[in-house]
Protein backbone atom coordinates (compact mmCIF):
# COMPACT_ATOMS: atom_id res chain seq x y z
CA UNK A 1 0.00 0.00 0.00
CA UNK A 2 2.61 2.75 0.80
CA UNK A 3 4.78 1.58 -2.26
CA UNK A 4 1.30 2.27 -4.23
CA UNK A 5 0.64 5.63 -2.52
CA UNK A 6 4.50 6.79 -3.34
CA UNK A 7 3.89 5.78 -6.78
CA UNK A 8 0.74 7.70 -7.17
CA UNK A 9 2.70 10.95 -5.75
CA UNK A 10 5.32 10.72 -8.40
CA UNK A 11 3.40 10.05 -11.05
CA UNK A 12 1.44 13.17 -10.24
CA UNK A 13 4.64 15.12 -9.60
CA UNK A 14 5.52 13.88 -13.14
CA UNK A 15 2.02 15.37 -14.24
CA UNK A 16 2.35 18.53 -12.92
CA UNK A 17 5.87 18.49 -14.58
CA UNK A 18 5.15 17.74 -18.23
CA UNK A 19 1.80 20.12 -17.92
CA UNK A 20 3.62 23.13 -17.04
CA UNK A 21 4.99 24.35 -19.88
CA UNK A 22 8.51 24.29 -18.90
CA UNK A 23 11.26 25.27 -21.59
CA UNK A 24 14.53 26.09 -21.01
CA UNK A 25 14.26 29.72 -19.95
CA UNK A 26 12.35 29.25 -16.85
CA UNK A 27 15.49 29.30 -15.23
CA UNK A 28 16.40 32.72 -16.77
CA UNK A 29 14.09 35.70 -15.96
CA UNK A 30 14.84 39.11 -16.38
CA UNK A 31 14.84 41.55 -13.31
CA UNK A 32 17.24 44.20 -11.86
CA UNK A 33 17.69 45.33 -8.56
CA UNK A 34 16.99 49.38 -8.50
CA UNK A 35 14.08 50.64 -6.86
CA UNK A 36 13.42 54.27 -7.15
CA UNK A 37 12.12 54.15 -3.19
CA UNK A 38 8.67 55.20 -3.70
CA UNK A 39 10.03 58.68 -5.57
CA UNK A 40 10.21 59.65 -9.06
CA UNK A 41 13.36 59.63 -10.43
CA UNK A 42 14.83 61.68 -14.01
CA UNK A 43 17.36 60.45 -15.56
CA UNK A 44 19.55 63.52 -14.51
CA UNK A 45 18.74 62.56 -10.93
CA UNK A 46 19.88 58.92 -11.94
CA UNK A 47 23.00 59.76 -13.58
CA UNK A 48 23.87 61.96 -9.65
CA UNK A 49 22.39 58.52 -8.35
CA UNK A 50 25.35 56.52 -10.20
CA UNK A 51 27.66 59.20 -8.98
CA UNK A 52 27.08 58.81 -5.37
CA UNK A 53 26.99 54.68 -5.99
CA UNK A 54 30.17 54.10 -7.69
CA UNK A 55 31.26 50.78 -8.00
CA UNK A 56 27.79 49.01 -7.62
CA UNK A 57 27.91 47.56 -11.18
CA UNK A 58 26.26 44.43 -11.45
CA UNK A 59 26.34 41.93 -14.07
CA UNK A 60 23.05 40.39 -15.98
CA UNK A 61 22.27 37.58 -18.10
CA UNK A 62 19.50 37.07 -20.86
CA UNK A 63 17.97 34.29 -22.57
CA UNK A 64 18.39 33.83 -26.29
CA UNK A 65 16.52 32.41 -28.55
CA UNK A 66 16.23 32.18 -32.55
CA UNK A 67 18.76 32.32 -35.27
CA UNK A 68 20.55 33.95 -37.71
CA UNK A 69 19.75 32.29 -41.02
CA UNK A 70 17.38 33.07 -43.54
CA UNK A 71 15.70 29.77 -43.87
CA UNK A 72 15.24 29.63 -39.81
CA UNK A 73 14.24 32.87 -37.69
CA UNK A 74 15.94 35.10 -39.77
CA UNK A 75 16.59 36.85 -35.82
CA UNK A 76 17.68 36.53 -32.57
CA UNK A 77 15.52 37.38 -29.47
CA UNK A 78 15.52 37.89 -25.69
CA UNK A 79 13.10 37.10 -23.08
CA UNK A 80 11.61 40.05 -20.69
CA UNK A 81 9.52 40.32 -18.04
CA UNK A 82 7.77 44.06 -17.95
CA UNK A 83 4.86 45.00 -15.83
CA UNK A 84 3.10 44.67 -12.25
CA UNK A 85 2.31 41.18 -12.36
CA UNK A 86 4.94 40.88 -14.81
CA UNK A 87 4.11 39.05 -18.28
CA UNK A 88 7.03 38.03 -20.15
CA UNK A 89 7.57 39.29 -23.57
CA UNK A 90 10.10 38.06 -26.44
CA UNK A 91 11.79 40.99 -28.41
CA UNK A 92 14.44 41.35 -30.80
CA UNK A 93 17.69 41.93 -30.00
CA UNK A 94 19.15 44.76 -32.09
CA UNK A 95 22.04 46.77 -31.28
CA UNK A 96 21.56 49.28 -34.63
CA UNK A 97 18.63 51.11 -32.93
CA UNK A 98 17.77 52.38 -29.34
CA UNK A 99 14.57 52.88 -27.82
CA UNK A 100 12.82 49.41 -26.08
CA UNK A 101 9.25 49.05 -27.76
CA UNK A 102 6.56 46.34 -27.01
CA UNK A 103 3.33 46.14 -29.44
CA UNK A 104 0.54 47.26 -26.52
CA UNK A 105 -3.05 47.07 -26.96
CA UNK A 106 -4.99 48.51 -29.19
CA UNK A 107 -2.02 48.38 -32.02
CA UNK A 108 -2.50 48.55 -35.68
CA UNK A 109 -0.59 46.66 -38.03
CA UNK A 110 0.89 44.46 -34.97
CA UNK A 111 1.47 40.09 -35.56
CA UNK A 112 -1.29 38.79 -34.43
CA UNK A 113 0.91 35.19 -35.02
CA UNK A 114 4.14 33.85 -35.00
CA UNK A 115 5.90 31.12 -36.80
CA UNK A 116 8.94 30.60 -34.62
CA UNK A 117 7.29 28.89 -32.02
CA UNK A 118 6.58 31.82 -29.49
CA UNK A 119 3.21 33.05 -28.19
CA UNK A 120 2.72 37.20 -28.81
CA UNK A 121 0.80 39.29 -26.50
CA UNK A 122 0.27 42.75 -26.10
CA UNK A 123 1.52 45.01 -23.29
CA UNK A 124 -1.64 47.03 -21.67
CA UNK A 125 -0.76 49.81 -18.90
CA UNK A 126 -3.60 50.35 -17.74
CA UNK A 127 -3.31 45.81 -16.37
CA UNK A 128 0.15 47.16 -14.67
CA UNK A 129 0.27 48.18 -11.07
CA UNK A 130 3.41 49.91 -11.74
CA UNK A 131 2.32 51.50 -15.06
CA UNK A 132 3.14 55.45 -16.00
CA UNK A 133 2.28 57.01 -19.02
CA UNK A 134 4.78 59.56 -19.21
CA UNK A 135 3.53 63.27 -21.04
CA UNK A 136 5.35 65.08 -23.38
CA UNK A 137 6.38 68.18 -20.70
CA UNK A 138 7.67 65.45 -18.70
CA UNK A 139 11.66 65.52 -18.19
CA UNK A 140 12.55 62.10 -19.03
CA UNK A 141 10.60 62.89 -22.73
CA UNK A 142 12.76 65.36 -23.61
CA UNK A 143 16.06 63.78 -22.43
CA UNK A 144 14.35 60.42 -24.39
CA UNK A 145 12.65 61.56 -26.92
CA UNK A 146 14.84 64.39 -28.70
CA UNK A 147 12.92 65.23 -31.76
CA UNK A 148 9.74 65.61 -29.76
CA UNK A 149 8.14 69.16 -30.73
CA UNK A 150 7.67 71.28 -27.67
CA UNK A 151 5.09 73.57 -30.04
CA UNK A 152 3.08 70.15 -30.04
CA UNK A 153 3.16 69.71 -26.64
CA UNK A 154 0.42 70.71 -24.12
CA UNK A 155 -0.13 69.38 -20.79
CA UNK A 156 -1.95 66.19 -20.34
CA UNK A 157 -0.49 64.88 -24.22
CA UNK A 158 1.37 61.80 -24.19
CA UNK A 159 5.06 61.51 -24.85
CA UNK A 160 4.93 59.80 -28.44
CA UNK A 161 7.68 57.91 -30.45
CA UNK A 162 7.85 57.54 -34.08
CA UNK A 163 11.03 54.92 -35.40
CA UNK A 164 11.75 54.15 -38.85
CA UNK A 165 14.18 51.13 -39.50
CA UNK A 166 16.56 50.84 -42.75
CA UNK A 167 14.16 48.44 -44.61
CA UNK A 168 11.63 51.21 -44.23
CA UNK A 169 9.08 49.43 -41.41
CA UNK A 170 8.14 51.93 -38.72
CA UNK A 171 7.05 51.76 -35.17
CA UNK A 172 4.94 54.75 -33.72
CA UNK A 173 3.01 54.54 -30.16
CA UNK A 174 3.59 56.61 -26.80
CA UNK A 175 6.17 56.12 -23.69
CA UNK A 176 5.49 54.47 -20.60
CA UNK A 177 7.55 53.90 -17.58
CA UNK A 178 6.96 50.44 -15.79
CA UNK A 179 9.30 47.74 -14.21
CA UNK A 180 11.16 45.36 -16.11
CA UNK A 181 12.72 42.17 -14.55
CA UNK A 182 16.78 41.28 -14.80
CA UNK A 183 18.84 37.97 -13.96
CA UNK A 184 21.60 39.22 -12.06
CA UNK A 185 24.38 37.09 -11.89
CA UNK A 186 25.41 35.77 -8.45
CA UNK A 187 27.50 32.71 -8.72
CA UNK A 188 28.56 30.64 -12.01
CA UNK A 189 25.49 30.03 -14.05
CA UNK A 190 23.46 31.26 -11.37
CA UNK A 191 21.01 34.40 -11.04
CA UNK A 192 18.65 36.01 -9.39
CA UNK A 193 15.72 38.43 -9.95
CA UNK A 194 14.94 42.02 -9.08
CA UNK A 195 13.11 45.06 -10.32
CA UNK A 196 14.72 48.08 -12.03
CA UNK A 197 12.20 50.94 -13.15
CA UNK A 198 12.66 52.11 -17.26
CA UNK A 199 10.80 53.74 -19.60
CA UNK A 200 10.08 52.12 -23.30
CA UNK A 201 7.87 52.47 -26.39
CA UNK A 202 4.02 51.26 -26.46
CA UNK A 203 3.77 50.56 -29.66
CA UNK A 204 0.27 51.20 -31.00
CA UNK A 205 0.74 51.41 -34.77
CA UNK A 206 3.30 49.38 -36.85
CA UNK A 207 3.86 49.60 -41.12
CA UNK A 208 6.33 47.51 -43.35
CA UNK A 209 6.65 43.79 -43.46
CA UNK A 210 9.49 43.07 -41.07
CA UNK A 211 7.52 44.20 -38.08
CA UNK A 212 4.28 42.52 -39.16
CA UNK A 213 5.29 39.78 -40.48
CA UNK A 214 4.32 35.98 -39.55
CA UNK A 215 8.26 36.20 -38.25
CA UNK A 216 7.03 37.96 -35.14
CA UNK A 217 7.97 39.10 -32.05
CA UNK A 218 6.65 41.30 -29.47
CA UNK A 219 8.92 44.51 -30.13
CA UNK A 220 12.25 45.25 -30.37
CA UNK A 221 14.92 45.40 -28.23
CA UNK A 222 17.82 48.79 -28.82
CA UNK A 223 21.09 48.73 -27.49
CA UNK A 224 22.31 51.76 -28.69
CA UNK A 225 24.01 54.25 -27.55
CA UNK A 226 21.22 56.90 -26.92
CA UNK A 227 19.49 57.73 -23.89
CA UNK A 228 16.83 56.19 -25.01
CA UNK A 229 18.48 52.29 -24.94
CA UNK A 230 18.02 49.81 -21.72
CA UNK A 231 21.60 50.12 -21.59
CA UNK A 232 22.04 53.25 -21.47
CA UNK A 233 18.86 53.81 -18.81
CA UNK A 234 20.39 51.12 -15.97
CA UNK A 235 23.76 52.69 -16.73
CA UNK A 236 22.39 55.81 -15.39
CA UNK A 237 20.77 53.79 -12.88
CA UNK A 238 24.41 52.77 -10.87
CA UNK A 239 23.52 48.97 -12.11
CA UNK A 240 24.86 48.28 -15.43
CA UNK A 241 28.76 49.26 -16.82
CA UNK A 242 28.01 50.04 -20.61
CA UNK A 243 29.42 46.96 -21.38
CA UNK A 244 27.91 44.00 -23.58
CA UNK A 245 28.23 40.94 -25.40
CA UNK A 246 26.41 38.54 -27.29
CA UNK A 247 27.40 35.10 -29.41
CA UNK A 248 24.71 34.14 -31.75
CA UNK A 249 24.96 30.36 -32.58
CA UNK A 250 24.14 29.45 -36.22
CA UNK A 251 24.12 25.80 -35.64
CA UNK A 252 21.96 25.53 -32.22
CA UNK A 253 19.89 28.26 -31.95
CA UNK A 254 19.86 30.91 -29.37
CA UNK A 255 23.08 31.56 -27.51
CA UNK A 256 24.72 34.04 -25.34
CA UNK A 257 23.51 37.53 -24.36
CA UNK A 258 24.72 39.17 -21.15
CA UNK A 259 25.78 42.68 -19.92
CA UNK A 260 28.69 43.33 -18.07
CA UNK A 261 33.02 43.28 -18.10
CA UNK A 262 33.42 40.08 -20.06
CA UNK A 263 36.95 38.72 -18.58
CA UNK A 264 37.18 35.74 -20.64
CA UNK A 265 37.88 35.11 -23.20
CA UNK A 266 40.33 37.79 -24.29
CA UNK A 267 38.73 39.97 -27.08
CA UNK A 268 41.06 41.92 -29.22
CA UNK A 269 39.24 45.40 -29.77
CA UNK A 270 38.73 48.07 -32.39
CA UNK A 271 37.89 51.96 -31.67
CA UNK A 272 34.27 53.47 -32.64
CA UNK A 273 34.13 56.15 -34.40
CA UNK A 274 32.65 59.06 -32.83
CA UNK A 275 29.85 60.94 -32.66
CA UNK A 276 27.84 58.88 -35.43
CA UNK A 277 25.09 56.82 -35.22
CA UNK A 278 25.10 53.17 -34.59
CA UNK A 279 28.64 50.79 -34.07
CA UNK A 280 30.50 52.45 -36.49
CA UNK A 281 33.94 51.11 -36.82
CA UNK A 282 36.83 52.15 -39.15
CA UNK A 283 37.33 49.40 -42.40
CA UNK A 284 40.39 49.65 -43.52
CA UNK A 285 40.58 46.91 -45.98
CA UNK A 286 39.04 43.71 -47.37
CA UNK A 287 40.41 40.49 -48.88
CA UNK A 288 38.91 37.77 -51.08
CA UNK A 289 40.68 34.36 -50.06
CA UNK A 290 43.38 36.79 -49.42
CA UNK A 291 43.36 38.85 -52.57
CA UNK A 292 42.74 41.86 -51.00
CA UNK A 293 40.29 44.79 -53.23
CA UNK A 294 39.93 48.07 -53.41
CA UNK A 295 37.69 49.83 -51.02
CA UNK A 296 37.00 53.83 -51.45
CA UNK A 297 38.61 55.36 -47.92
CA UNK A 298 35.20 56.86 -47.34
CA UNK A 299 33.46 53.95 -46.92
CA UNK A 300 32.98 52.69 -43.50
CA UNK A 301 31.45 49.46 -41.18
CA UNK A 302 28.42 49.24 -39.06
CA UNK A 303 27.96 46.32 -36.79
CA UNK A 304 24.25 45.82 -36.35
CA UNK A 305 23.03 41.93 -34.73
CA UNK A 306 19.40 43.33 -36.11
CA UNK A 307 19.73 43.16 -39.26
CA UNK A 308 20.04 39.12 -40.66
CA UNK A 309 22.05 39.74 -43.77
CA UNK A 310 25.13 41.61 -44.95
CA UNK A 311 24.80 44.77 -47.01
CA UNK A 312 27.75 46.44 -49.28
CA UNK A 313 27.55 48.71 -51.36
CA UNK A 314 27.75 48.46 -54.91
CA UNK A 315 31.43 49.34 -55.40
CA UNK A 316 32.28 46.33 -53.16
CA UNK A 317 29.64 43.94 -54.27
CA UNK A 318 30.57 44.05 -57.94
CA UNK A 319 33.93 43.20 -56.71
CA UNK A 320 33.46 40.50 -54.01
CA UNK A 321 30.64 38.61 -55.28
CA UNK A 322 32.09 38.07 -58.48
CA UNK A 323 35.21 37.11 -57.24
CA UNK A 324 33.67 34.57 -54.94
CA UNK A 325 31.57 32.97 -57.84
CA UNK A 326 34.57 32.90 -59.95
CA UNK A 327 36.18 30.12 -57.90
CA UNK A 328 33.27 27.60 -59.20
CA UNK A 329 33.22 28.45 -62.95
CA UNK A 330 30.16 26.82 -64.54
CA UNK A 331 28.02 27.78 -61.64
CA UNK A 332 23.83 28.31 -62.97
CA UNK A 333 22.51 31.51 -61.01
CA UNK A 334 19.27 31.73 -60.47
CA UNK A 335 16.82 34.22 -58.48
CA UNK A 336 14.99 32.60 -55.80
CA UNK A 337 11.99 34.40 -53.70
CA UNK A 338 13.01 37.09 -56.31
CA UNK A 339 15.71 38.31 -54.53
CA UNK A 340 18.41 36.04 -53.50
CA UNK A 341 21.07 35.11 -56.05
CA UNK A 342 21.64 31.20 -55.64
CA UNK A 343 22.75 28.11 -57.25
CA UNK A 344 23.14 24.27 -57.37
CA UNK A 345 25.79 22.82 -55.46
CA UNK A 346 26.72 19.39 -53.29
CA UNK A 347 30.25 19.84 -52.52
CA UNK A 348 31.44 20.96 -48.99
CA UNK A 349 31.08 24.99 -49.32
CA UNK A 350 33.79 25.76 -47.07
CA UNK A 351 36.37 23.96 -48.58
CA UNK A 352 35.28 25.09 -52.71
CA UNK A 353 34.64 29.08 -51.69
CA UNK A 354 37.08 31.74 -50.45
CA UNK A 355 36.68 33.64 -47.22
CA UNK A 356 36.13 37.30 -47.13
CA UNK A 357 37.84 39.25 -44.42
CA UNK A 358 37.72 42.75 -43.41
CA UNK A 359 40.49 44.84 -41.42
CA UNK A 360 39.56 47.36 -39.09
CA UNK A 361 41.87 50.28 -37.29
CA UNK A 362 44.25 48.56 -34.22
CA UNK A 363 44.93 45.61 -36.97
CA UNK A 364 41.68 43.59 -35.41
CA UNK A 365 40.18 41.09 -38.42
CA UNK A 366 36.75 39.68 -39.10
CA UNK A 367 36.78 36.58 -41.05
CA UNK A 368 33.79 35.24 -42.82
CA UNK A 369 33.71 32.03 -43.62
CA UNK A 370 31.31 30.51 -46.62
CA UNK A 371 29.00 29.27 -44.38
CA UNK A 372 28.90 32.19 -42.99
CA UNK A 373 27.54 34.12 -46.64
CA UNK A 374 26.15 31.49 -47.81
CA UNK A 375 23.37 29.61 -46.70
CA UNK A 376 20.94 26.33 -47.99
CA UNK A 377 17.95 27.64 -49.08
CA UNK A 378 16.49 23.64 -50.27
CA UNK A 379 18.69 20.47 -50.49
CA UNK A 380 21.64 21.08 -52.82
CA UNK A 381 20.74 24.89 -53.04
CA UNK A 382 22.73 27.40 -51.98
CA UNK A 383 22.27 31.41 -52.31
CA UNK A 384 24.33 34.21 -50.99
CA UNK A 385 23.84 36.24 -48.09
CA UNK A 386 26.16 39.39 -49.38
CA UNK A 387 23.52 41.53 -50.94
CA UNK A 388 23.55 45.18 -53.07
CA UNK A 389 22.75 47.81 -50.97
CA UNK A 390 24.31 50.25 -48.17
CA UNK A 391 23.75 52.30 -45.27
CA UNK A 392 24.09 56.07 -46.22
CA UNK A 393 24.74 58.93 -44.46
CA UNK A 394 23.32 62.76 -44.91
CA UNK A 395 26.83 63.60 -45.92
CA UNK A 396 26.51 61.05 -48.67
CA UNK A 397 29.42 58.50 -47.02
CA UNK A 398 28.17 54.62 -47.71
CA UNK A 399 28.53 52.30 -44.91
CA UNK A 400 28.80 48.45 -44.86
CA UNK A 401 26.74 47.02 -43.12
CA UNK A 402 27.48 43.46 -41.16
CA UNK A 403 24.10 41.74 -39.88
CA UNK A 404 23.93 38.55 -37.64
CA UNK A 405 24.26 35.91 -40.67
CA UNK A 406 28.29 36.85 -40.61
CA UNK A 407 28.29 37.67 -37.08
CA UNK A 408 27.40 33.90 -36.03
CA UNK A 409 29.75 31.67 -33.89
CA UNK A 410 31.67 35.07 -32.78
CA UNK A 411 31.84 36.57 -29.34
CA UNK A 412 31.58 40.12 -29.75
CA UNK A 413 31.92 42.72 -27.07
CA UNK A 414 30.41 46.26 -26.95
CA UNK A 415 32.32 48.68 -24.87
CA UNK A 416 30.58 51.73 -24.75
CA UNK A 417 31.81 53.44 -22.21
CA UNK A 418 35.52 53.07 -23.65
CA UNK A 419 34.35 53.36 -26.75
CA UNK A 420 35.29 50.29 -28.60
CA UNK A 421 34.03 46.63 -30.09
CA UNK A 422 35.71 43.62 -30.51
CA UNK A 423 34.98 40.10 -31.67
CA UNK A 424 37.05 36.50 -31.61
CA UNK A 425 35.66 32.94 -33.13
CA UNK A 426 33.66 31.23 -30.34
CA UNK A 427 31.96 28.13 -29.53
CA UNK A 428 28.39 30.50 -28.68
CA UNK A 429 26.97 27.19 -27.09
CA UNK A 430 29.13 26.79 -24.14
CA UNK A 431 30.21 29.57 -21.70
CA UNK A 432 31.89 32.92 -20.85
CA UNK A 433 33.18 34.45 -17.95
CA UNK A 434 31.91 38.32 -16.57
CA UNK A 435 33.05 40.25 -13.25
CA UNK A 436 30.47 41.62 -11.27
CA UNK A 437 31.82 44.62 -10.29
CA UNK A 438 30.02 45.17 -6.80
CA UNK A 439 31.26 42.12 -5.61
CA UNK A 440 34.38 41.77 -7.85
CA UNK A 441 33.82 38.04 -7.87
CA UNK A 442 33.77 36.39 -11.51
CA UNK A 443 30.94 33.83 -12.63
CA UNK A 444 30.20 31.81 -15.62
CA UNK A 445 27.29 32.81 -18.02
CA UNK A 446 26.43 29.83 -20.34
CA UNK A 447 24.00 29.69 -23.84
CA UNK A 448 20.28 29.42 -23.55
CA UNK A 449 18.18 28.78 -26.34
CA UNK A 450 14.91 30.11 -25.92
CA UNK A 451 12.24 27.11 -27.10
CA UNK A 452 8.41 27.25 -27.91
CA UNK A 453 6.10 27.83 -25.53
CA UNK A 454 4.78 24.28 -26.80
CA UNK A 455 8.63 22.68 -27.16
CA UNK A 456 9.14 20.65 -24.85
CA UNK A 457 10.48 20.36 -21.21
CA UNK A 458 14.14 21.60 -20.58
CA UNK A 459 17.62 18.95 -20.22
CA UNK A 460 17.14 19.82 -16.19
CA UNK A 461 13.44 18.98 -15.68
CA UNK A 462 14.61 16.24 -18.27
CA UNK A 463 16.90 14.62 -16.23
CA UNK A 464 14.27 15.03 -13.53
CA UNK A 465 11.75 13.32 -15.20
CA UNK A 466 14.27 10.09 -15.93
CA UNK A 467 15.05 9.67 -12.51
CA UNK A 468 11.74 9.64 -10.94
CA UNK A 469 10.46 7.24 -13.64
CA UNK A 470 13.64 5.08 -12.25
CA UNK A 471 12.43 5.22 -8.63
CA UNK A 472 8.89 4.42 -10.35
CA UNK A 473 9.91 1.31 -11.80
CA UNK A 474 11.62 0.26 -8.91
CA UNK A 475 8.78 0.64 -6.76
CA UNK A 476 7.01 -1.22 -9.21
CA UNK A 477 9.28 -4.07 -9.40
CA UNK A 478 9.13 -4.32 -5.73
CA UNK A 479 5.69 -4.45 -4.82
CA UNK A 480 4.12 -6.66 -7.34
Known amino acids: MEGRRLLMVLVVVLVQLGSGGVTGNLVF ?49 TKLSLGTPPADYYVSVDTGSDPLWVNCVGCSGCPTKSNIGIDLKL ?27 PSRCSPGVRCTYNITYGDGSESRGYIVKDYVQLAQVTGNLKTTTSNATIVF ?29 MLSQLAAAGMVKKEFAHCLDVAEGGGIFAIGDVVSPNVKTTPLVPNTPHYNVYLEGIAVGGDAINVPASIGTIIDSGTTLAYLPSVVYDIVVPKIIAQQPGLKMQIVNNQFACFEFSQNVDESFP ?54 NKLVIYDVENQTIGWT ?32 LNLKVGRIIYLLLAIIIGFVAAEF
Open 29 to 77: QVENKFKAAGRERTLNALKEHDTRRHGRMLAMDFPMGGNGLPTKTGLYF
Open 123 to 149: FDPEKSKTSTVIKCDDEVCKLIVDQQS
Open 201 to 229: GCGTSHSGSSLGSDIGVDGILGLGQANSS
Open 355 to 408: TVSFQFNGSVTLIVYPREYLFRAKDDIWCIGWQNGAVEYHDGTQRILLGEFVLS
Open 425 to 456: EYSCSSSITIRDEKSGEEYTVGSHNIKSNSGG
